[in-house]
């Protein structure tokens, strides 16, 4: 294989053997769906990324992403959520259109949908919220 291609190869990369969004820099704000009921990621769900307008405290849609985004992936995660250009300090909601995807499997869901609202302080950090779900609970963290 090629220096060139390796290092293209090395650029998608991060440490730890996760692999970035294809794309310059990777996300500032990552998240990863597990389905606890089967053990397994929660993969092929839609969802949405809001910042709150602190003058009136409506929700603005930062991105549903393009076709690999607005879905979580085959592991449960969702690369390129925003830029690190888009991400500012605020507040943030990241929902999770749960009931459609217990629905895709066949089965139904105490919760419609889950929404996280979480404060931004520091918009150079990077920040991971991940989201464990079954038919009749979930829970959340900020991970690393």
Request: aromatic share 12%; glycine share 8%.
């Amino acid at each position: 294989m090629s220096a060139f291609r390796l290092q293209q190869l090395n650029s998608h990369i991060l440490s730890g053997g996760k692999t970035a969004a294809m794309s310059d820099s990777p996300s500032p704000l990552t998240t990863h769906v597990l389905n606890t009921a089967l053990g397994v990621p929660g993969s092929n769900m839609t969802l949405r990324l809001y910042r709150q307008d602190p003058s009136t405290n409506g929700w603005h849609l930062v991105t549903t992403g393009d076709f690999f985004n607005r879905c979580t992936n085959s592991d449960g995660r969702c690369p390129g959520l925003i830029t690190q250009q888009q991400f500012k300090p605020g507040v943030y909601k990241l929902n999770f259109e749960t009931g459609q995807y217990w629905a895709s499997m066949g089965q139904t869901s105490f919760y419609p949908f889950v929404e996280i609202v979480f404060t931004i302080t520091d918009s150079e950090q990077r920040y991971h919220v991940p989201l464990l779900v079954s038919r009749f609970s979930y829970s959340t963290y900020r991970g690393s």
